[in-house]
T-cell receptor, first 117, second 113 residues
Framework: DAGITQSPRHKVTETGTPVTLRCHQT?????MYWYRQDPGHGLRLIHY???????DKGEVSDGYSVSRSKTEDFLLTLESATSSQTSVYFC????????????????FGPGTRLTVL | DQQVKQNSPSLSVQEGRISILNCDYT??????FLWYKKYPAEGPTFLIS?????DKNEDGRFTVFLNKSAKHLSLHIVPSQPGDSAVYFC????????????FGGGTRLMVKP
């Protein structure tokens, strides 16, 4: 199994409070991603990183920010949590893309269940 | 507008039979396709993939078929086992887009003993 951990695994918070989720990898992979999973929507990309201090927005980035100061850590911050951000959040990692021969697989962490009341 | 769709939210099959999970996509730029399996309270795990230069890829009991003209892929599981009961996600990517994946909504497979 790829070495990916997420913390916390569960969190309950109140509307308007800031929340930071942490993803830590031991694989030295270049790419890191944050997704949210909601019923009927599969997994939707929030933000991703292609290197230290290099990040970009995904499909559902509004209300979220990220930071990557070290290869192994990727933080997701909800500046002011809202009830619509109640979800399960997954971090994923992947190596440099290997082209059409394969290698584009992402490996996922165990997830963080966030509830915003 | 969902670019990757799994139109069947659930599927039930008998142990030993074939399970066929379907996925459709709309973006003709997608050139790499993957299937992930997810158990409750765990992260998705990679199952099998196929690139657009192929129309079939096989790994043990799992085979993925790609029909580019129909923008359709399918995952066949033969024979199905109770341990295959999980949610299956298909995903697609564009070769030069930073490994970003676009996921379908998932299909819950239940294999009955």
């Amino acid at each position: 199994d790829a070495g990916i951990t997420q913390s916390p695994r569960h969190k309950v918070t109140e509307t308007g409070t800031p929340v930071t989720l942490r993803c830590h990898q031991t694989e030295n992979h270049r790419y890191m991603y944050w997704y949210r999973q909601d019923p009927g929507h599969g997994l939707r990309l929030i933000h991703y990183s292609y290197g230290v201090k290099d990040t970009d927005k995904g499909e559902v980035s509004d209300g979220y920010s990220v930071s990557r100061s070290k290869t192994e850590d990727f933080l997701l911050t909800l500046e002011s949590a809202t009830s619509s951000q109640t979800s399960v959040y997954f971090c994923a990692i992947s190596e440099d893309k290997a082209g059409l021969a394969g290698g584009g697989e992402q490996f996922f962490g165990p997830g963080t269940r966030l509830t915003v009341l | 507008d969902q670019q990757v769709k799994q139109n069947s939210p659930s599927l039930s099959v008998q142990e030993g039979r074939i399970s066929i999970l379907n996925c459709d996509y709309t973006n003709s730029m997608f050139d790499y396709f993957l299937w992930y399996k997810k158990y409750p309270a765990e992260g998705p795990t990679f199952l099998i993939s196929i690139s657009s230069i192929k129309d079939k890829n096989e790994d043990g009991r799992f085979t993925v078929f790609l029909n580019k003209s129909a923008k359709h892929l399918s995952l066949h599981i033969v024979p199905s086992q109770p341990g295959d009961s999980a949610v299956y996600f298909c995903a697609a990517s564009v070769n030069n887009a930073g490994n970003m994946l676009t996921f379908g909504g998932g299909t819950r497979l239940m294999v009955k003993p």
